[in-house]
């Protein structure tokens, strides 16, 4: 099973879309926060996918979780925008935070730098932001063999 994964796309409602074109096979997406509408604007353009969403720092009035747990064909998975677990001034809370929750993989966002790694045990994974022309998102494949991450940066646009 593919799990598209955005972060911190900051209105850019293009750039959403065409991930979401580019991975048709995906059938979970995470969006880690910090533009919460613009998923929001597309779910029904793509109704055979399931949509979890996280609110970010700048998703003023939001009612969406600032962090989830959830487990995909075995494997659970922790996500979160960050800000709250301090991101920016490095992983310590957050992958704490994982490591207690028996984590598989930690999805997180806000900093919008990628950063696709496995240490003792866990998957760190952040797509970076898909905002802008240098922007990123990845993908993580769940498969019987194991559990693949992938970043994706689409290019100049």
């Known amino acids: 099973m593919r799990v598209l994964v955005l972060s911190d796309t900051h209105g850019d409602v293009f750039s959403v879309r065409q991930a979401l074109m580019s991975q048709p096979s995906a059938e979970v997406v995470f969006h880690l926060g910090d533009g919460a509408q613009d998923l929001m604007n597309l779910r029904t353009s793509f109704r055979e996918k399931m949509f979890i969403q996280l609110r970010g720092n700048c998703d003023w009035g939001s009612s969406l979780p600032y962090d989830e747990e959830i487990d995909i064909e075995g494997v659970k ?69 194991g559990i693949v991450t992938n970043i994706v940066k689409p290019g100049l646009r």
């Open 77 to 145: 998975i922790f996500a979160a925008h960050g800000h709250l677990y301090q991101v920016k001034l490095g992983e310590t809370e957050l992958l704490s935070a994982a490591r207690r929750r028996g984590a598989d993989i930690m999805l997180y966002g806000h900093t919008h730098v990628p950063d696709n790694r496995y240490e003792d045990g866990l998957y760190i994974f952040n797509p970076g932001s898909l905002h802008g022309y240098n922007g990123s998102y990845g993908y993580i494949d769940l498969t019987k063999q």
